[in-house]
């Protein structure tokens, strides 16, 4: 028997950038989703610590340097001969280097772009003054936990986030931890045996 996928029972879980990605979604398609949990996600790519160059240590690898994405954007432009060349996959532990730079350089809205669909504090903003808007019926039950100490997505960004749909949509179903710790600070957290997660 094939499987079958009920998608009445959508839950969407991400982290980092796929945290991001999934809080887009949500807000996209949030009669799709029935709810969504986001750990230590992107959510202000406007705040000082994306858009503005300065020492980064990021989980304590250093600034690296700026020939790095240079060099890596013009192999793929070489890759076919000047063409715009799209990347659909790679292996992440291949990209690191080059995005540890563009978020030390203050590079990342350089890649990112700058249209207001992109910035999921700015679409809560949006939709909350918009005639055609649903309120909180928009927004699907909402998860986010994040490390106080994190040094790859600052936790403000979820506080800014936080603070956004509570004055947008006061009624929505949300809640968000901020906990002791670095980027993935819940490898070992579980159900049973961590105190704010159970609950």
């Given at each position: 028997m094939p499987l079958k996928l009920d998608l009445s029972q959508t839950l969407l879980l991400r982290e980092s950038a796929g945290g991001y990605l999934a809080v887009q979604l949500a807000l996209s398609h949030p009669s799709d989703i029935q709810a969504l949990v986001a750990l230590y996600p992107v959510l202000d790519p406007r705040s000082k610590f994306y858009t503005t160059s300065y020492e980064k240590p990021m989980h304590g690898i250093w600034n690296r340097l700026v020939s790095i994405v240079d060099y890596h954007i013009a192999s793929l432009q070489s890759a076919l001969s000047g063409q715009r060349l799209v990347v659909t996959e790679a292996d992440p532990l291949n990209c690191l280097q080059q995005s540890y730079a563009v978020v030390q350089h203050g590079w990342y809205l350089d890649f990112l772009g700058q249209d207001r669909e992109l910035f999921p504090i700015e679409r809560f903003m949006d939709s909350a003054s918009s005639e055609d808007s649903d309120g909180d019926r928009n927004i699907p039950p909402v998860?986010?936990?994040?490390?106080?100490?994190?040094?790859?997505?600052?936790?403000?960004?979820?506080?800014?986030?936080?603070?956004?749909?509570?004055?947008?949509?006061?009624?929505?179903?949300?809640?968000?931890?901020?906990?002791?710790?670095?980027?993935?600070f819940d490898a070992d957290a579980n159900i049973k045996h961590t105190p704010w997660l159970k609950e």
């Open positions: 998860f986010i936990f994040h490390g106080k100490d994190d040094t790859f997505e600052p936790y403000q960004g979820t506080l800014r986030f936080v603070e956004a749909l509570g004055k947008t949509h006061p009624f929505a179903k949300y809640r968000w931890e901020i906990q002791p710790g670095d980027h993935r």
